[in-house]
């Protein structure tokens, strides 16, 4: 099960490197603007009216058209960016890769002097994992930035982007002093951007500069008020780094730097959780919910917590009323079918199996959520009686390689009942010794010491 442990953290070092790609790719769920097409180009709304009527035509499916009024566009003013390169802005934000290329790939050759084409190219490289195409492309760009004149403030922008990119590069190379020289001057020449600090920390913290990494994440929280707490970045980062205790210190400081905020309690919730310290993740998870009683995911993680203890009855509780509160959330659905097919009560194991099979039908293939849904139906049948339908699914799962933890117990559990008690072992004793925790592990480690006992082996230690 994914508890979303390092999701905040995570979650903000996903937007740093997207700074490296500014001025790329517009959200295919953005709406697209002015602004969006020219970038700095310019610094009034003179142009906004003629880019405006691009984008209009763009919408209608008029792309010659577009095409005619964004080169009239450069034509007038040769401080905006390359028509091909606006072009490729447009087809990026309904999606279209391979037009967008095209579009690239054209502007290339039409304005061989202007580095945008190459910063978006190398851009799409590395967003595909094509990393040593990005970094030629990012030194391609880098080359002609340096002897670009046309427009100062594009000039700049450019040299964000290639010192930005250049990092990604390193940083996904873990060439972490490669990666510290080029963040450094993207902060000289950028000095209020969060998203390079944030970076900056967390490549500091990779060459063994704590103290200058916690200041850098300090910097980043200056300027940006919604940016991780340093505290909690450090603890982020000593936890990856199996730094448990450390980790644990940063997060006992993060709760005296900020007592009051849900966010830091729910995070030192998920910590504990993961680590097995059942009672400090309860007594976060409580204070979480106490500093905010509508936050949904502290009441998801409070049933959670109640889940591992085995304290069903206080996890219905707790998971009823996050279902109550966002019916359409899968995490909440799944874990509370789990919690109710444990009950005694027919209504409960006959909602269990409603809410399980709502979610296999919601949640087809192609999506994160079709594997849990089917794995959860099919612990649902099981607990019903219904093993055949339960053994066909999830043998369908297994040979798919995409059982999860709780899942490898359901089908050690299930091939117990059938007689197989060596091909069991064999699951629990791999998912044990890979897994530090899960929802059934507590459930796991029994099934696996009785099991052991049967055939006169030591039993399993209890984690």
Same mark, same amino acid.
């Given at each position: 099960? =994914? ?40 610094? =009034? ?63 290339? !050759? ?5 580095? #945008? ?10 967003? #595909? ?6 970094? !030629?492309?990012? =030194? ?20 964000? @982007? ?14 972490? =002093? ?65 730094? @448990? ?18 966010? !830091? ?69 799944? +874990? ?6 444990? +009950? ?42 219904? @093993? ?11 040979? +798919?390689?995409?059982?999860? +933890? ?38 796991? !480690? ?18």
């Amino acid at each position: 099960m =994914d508890y979303g442990f390092r999701f905040q953290f995570r979650q903000w070092m996903m937007v740093a490197v997207a700074a490296a790609m500014a001025g790329s790719a517009v959200s295919a769920q953005a709406q697209v603007t002015a602004q969006a097409l020219v970038g700095s180009a310019v610094s =009034d709304d003179s142009m906004d009216k003629e880019i405006n009527n691009a984008i209009a035509r763009f919408r209608d499916r008029d792309i010659d058209g577009c095409r005619a009024i964004l080169e009239r566009a450069k034509s007038n003013n040769p401080k905006l960016p390359p028509p091909g390169v606006m072009m490729a802005t447009l087809w990026l934000a309904v999606n279209q890769l391979p037009q967008a290329r095209e579009e690239l790939e054209n502007a290339a !050759v039409k304005s061989p002097a202007d580095p #945008e084409s190459y910063l978006k190219l190398g851009d799409l490289a590395f967003g #595909e994992g094509r990393i040593t195409d990005s970094a !030629v492309l990012f =030194d391609k760009a880098s080359v002609l930035t340096a002897a670009f004149t046309e427009n100062q403030k594009r000039k700049r922008d450019f040299d964000i @982007r290639c010192e930005a990119g250049t990092a990604a590069v390193a940083e996904r190379r873990r060439q972490w =002093d490669v990666a510290q020289k080029n963040l450094a001057k993207w902060i000289e020449l950028d000095p209020d951007n969060a998203g390079s600090r944030l970076r900056m920390g967390n490549v500091l913290f990779q060459l063994g500069k704590e103290t200058e990494a916690l200041e850098q994440f300090r910097e980043a929280k200056k300027i940006d008020k919604n940016a991780p707490l340093p505290e909690l970045a450090m603890a982020q980062r000593n936890d990856e780094a199996k730094k @448990r205790d450390a980790a644990k210190k940063w997060i006992q400081d993060a709760i005296k730097a900020a007592p009051s905020d849900s966010a !830091v309690q729910l995070f030192a919730a998920r910590w504990y959780l993961q680590q097995n310290e059942l009672e400090a993740a309860k007594a976060a998870a409580d204070t979480a919910i106490k500093l905010d009683a509508k936050n949904l995911e502290a009441k998801f993680v409070r049933g959670l917590v109640a889940r591992v203890g085995r304290d069903y009855t206080t996890a219905e509780k707790f998971l009823n009323e996050a279902h109550f509160q966002s019916p359409g959330n899968f995490d909440v659905s799944n +874990s509370l079918a789990l919690i109710l097919i444990e +009950s005694e009560n027919d209504d409960d194991r006959r909602r269990a199996l409603e809410l399980a099979d709502t979610n296999v039908a919601k949640y087809r293939e192609n999506t994160p959520q079709q594997i849990p849904a089917v794995t959860t139906l099919a612990w649902v049948f099981y607990k019903l009686g219904r @093993r055949e339908d339960a053994e066909r699914i999830l043998e369908q799962v297994r040979r +798919s390689n995409a059982l999860s +933890s709780d899942g490898a117990y359901y089908v050690a559990k299930i091939l117990t009942d059938r007689g197989e008690k060596d091909l069991a072992r064999k699951i629990l004793d791999e998912v044990l010794a890979n897994e530090p925790m899960f929802a059934t592990r507590s459930d796991a !480690v029994d099934l696996l010491s009785k099991l052991k006992k049967e055939a006169g082996e030591q039993p399993a230690e209890k984690k």
